[in-house]
């Protein structure tokens, strides 16, 4: 195994090591219940603007934990009729994501595993909730459910992830330049902050 391709298991554990300490609420999240609305106008998982998007809907939930909900529509299909599994865990992906911003932390995956228990069909709504269990440093890990037939039935997909907390530079310095203006320049100040997930 090359030192560029070293094993996953290296630094993507997704058991929280036994120092890691119980994620805090910020003071200024939002009250559960609050929808939390869109990060980004045109995010993949939550943008209003973005056509071939999820629009996935999230609400604050209690600690640090948030609920949403997806419709599965044709257009997110792997076998016929089905959701497509890459979908599904875009929908967990940005769940997790956003549970994030009741930290007031900016955070990107960097590991995330999907069990899948049951197939999705389209039309169907999938029942989110996702929650920060630890907090290590600059590692967050957290656990999502996906349920259907209502936010209390059986759970058709589950998913661990590690997200790292980084900087805004982050996305100012890997993020394609045209975007970024776009986002930066946008008059909305809390807008212009949540594209990025910053505190205004
Ligand atoms: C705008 C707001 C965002 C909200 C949108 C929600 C949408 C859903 C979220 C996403 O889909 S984000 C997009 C998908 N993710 C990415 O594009 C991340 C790509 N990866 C990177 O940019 C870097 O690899 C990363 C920032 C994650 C880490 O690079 P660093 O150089 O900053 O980390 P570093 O190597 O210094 O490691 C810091 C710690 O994190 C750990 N770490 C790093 N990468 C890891 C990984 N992949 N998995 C688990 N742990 C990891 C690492 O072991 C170390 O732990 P310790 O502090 O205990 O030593």
Same mark, same amino acid.
């Given at each position: 195994?090359?030192?560029?391709?070293?094993?996953?298991?290296?630094?993507?554990?997704?058991?929280?090591?036994?120092?890691?300490?119980?994620?805090? !609420?910020?003071?200024?999240?939002?009250?559960?219940?609050?929808?939390?609305?869109?990060?980004?106008?045109?995010?993949?998982?939550? =943008?209003? +603007?973005?056509?071939?998007?999820?629009?996935?809907?999230?609400? /604050?939930?209690?600690?640090?934990?948030?609920?949403?909900?997806?419709?599965?529509?044709?257009?997110?299909? =792997?076998?016929?009729?089905?959701?497509?599994?890459?979908?599904?865990?875009?929908?967990?992906? %940005?769940?997790?994501?956003?549970?994030?911003?009741?930290?007031?932390?900016?955070?990107?995956? +960097?590991?995330?595993?999907?069990?899948?228990?049951?197939?999705?069909?389209?039309? @169907?709504?999938?029942?989110?909730?996702?929650?920060? @269990?630890?907090?290590?440093?600059?590692?967050?890990?957290?656990?999502?459910?996906? !349920?259907?037939?209502?936010?209390?039935?059986?759970?058709?997909? !589950?998913?661990?992830?590690?997200?790292? %907390?980084?900087?805004?530079?982050?996305?100012?310095?890997?993020? !394609?330049? %045209?975007?970024?203006? /776009?986002?930066?320049?946008?008059?909305?100040?809390?807008?212009?902050?949540?594209?990025?997930?910053?505190?205004?």
């Amino acid at each position: 195994m090359s030192a560029a391709n070293p094993p996953s298991s290296a630094k993507t554990s997704l058991v929280p090591p036994p120092d890691a300490v119980a994620p805090v !609420r910020h003071p200024d999240a939002p009250a559960p219940g609050t929808p939390l609305g869109a990060h980004y106008d045109l995010c993949f998982g939550c =943008g209003g +603007g973005q056509p071939h998007g999820l629009h996935l809907v999230a609400r /604050a939930g209690e600690g640090v934990s948030v609920t949403a909900e997806f419709t599965v529509k044709p257009a997110h299909q =792997g076998a016929p009729g089905l959701a497509h599994g890459g979908v599904l865990t875009s929908a967990l992906d %940005e769940t997790l994501g956003s549970v994030n911003w009741l930290m007031h932390v900016i955070a990107v995956t +960097g590991r995330l595993e999907t069990d899948f228990l049951r197939p999705v069909p389209v039309d @169907t709504v999938l029942h989110l909730d996702a929650r920060v @269990t630890a907090v290590h440093g600059r590692k967050i890990y957290s656990t999502a459910t996906g !349920r259907i037939g209502g936010p209390d039935g059986p759970v058709a997909v !589950r998913a661990d992830a590690v997200f790292i %907390e980084v900087k805004v530079e982050h996305f100012i310095e890997n993020g !394609r330049q %045209e975007e970024i203006r /776009a986002a930066m320049d946008d008059p909305d100040q809390v807008r212009r902050a949540r594209a990025f997930e910053v505190n205004p």
